[in-house]
């Protein structure tokens, strides 16, 4: 792991539900001319959520195989009009898309088509924490519990 995200000897000054209390107290610290380059915050019990976006089906595959092929071939046809007389500019175009379109519907069609029909959905995934813990360099733990104690509203947990 990086330096940068590691203490020499971390430990513990508190547990939050929410990333933004972890952050608040964080920031109080600072607010407070505590040395925070010393501070971690790390998120734990990671669980992976995949949301649900839609249903996929062979028109909507090739939609969408047919529209990143489109934009493929115009950033082509342009990097080719680049290198070409004026006089080609809108043929290289046209011809950038319609290569990106043939190649776009083909590679779509053979993607879905590999599935099988085991995964007729679409979808996007996350990792998020549950938890936050706020970690300190061992040595100045005890100046940053200090500090925290006065913190209005502090919801740490320092025992979980």
């Given amino acids: 792991m990086s330096e940068v995200f590691s203490l020499e000897y971390p430990q513990s000054l508190g547990l939050f539900e929410q990333y933004a209390d972890a952050q608040k107290?964080?920031?109080?610290?600072s607010d407070n001319k505590f040395a925070v380059e010393n501070?971690?915050?790390?998120?734990?019990?990671?669980?992976?959520?995949?949301?649900?976006?839609?249903?996929?089906?062979?028109?909507?595959?090739?939609?969408?195989?047919?529209?990143?092929?489109?934009?493929?071939?115009?950033?082509i046809g342009l990097l080719v009009s680049l290198f070409s007389d004026g006089s080609s500019f809108l043929s290289a175009i046209l011809g950038g898309i319609m290569l990106?379109?043939?190649?776009?519907?083909?590679?779509?069609?053979?993607?879905?088509a590999a599935t099988r029909g085991q995964r007729d959905f679409s979808s996007v995934k996350t990792v998020v924490a549950t938890k936050y813990e706020v970690l300190v360099e061992h040595k100045l733990?005890?100046?940053?519990?200090?500090?925290?104690?006065?913190?209005?509203?502090?919801?740490?947990?320092?025992f979980a």
């Fill in 39 to 75: 501070v971690l915050i790390v998120g734990t019990e990671l669980r992976q959520v995949e949301r649900v976006t839609g249903r996929l089906t062979w028109s909507r595959v090739l939609m969408a195989g047919a529209g990143s092929g489109v934009w493929l071939g115009v950033f």
């Fill in 141 to 158: 733990r005890s100046q940053a519990q200090e500090l925290l104690a006065t913190m209005p509203g502090n919801t740490a947990n320092p």
């Fill in 100 to 112: 990106g379109l043939v190649f776009g519907l083909t590679s779509a069609a053979f993607g879905y």
């Fill in 25 to 29: 107290a964080v920031d109080f610290l």
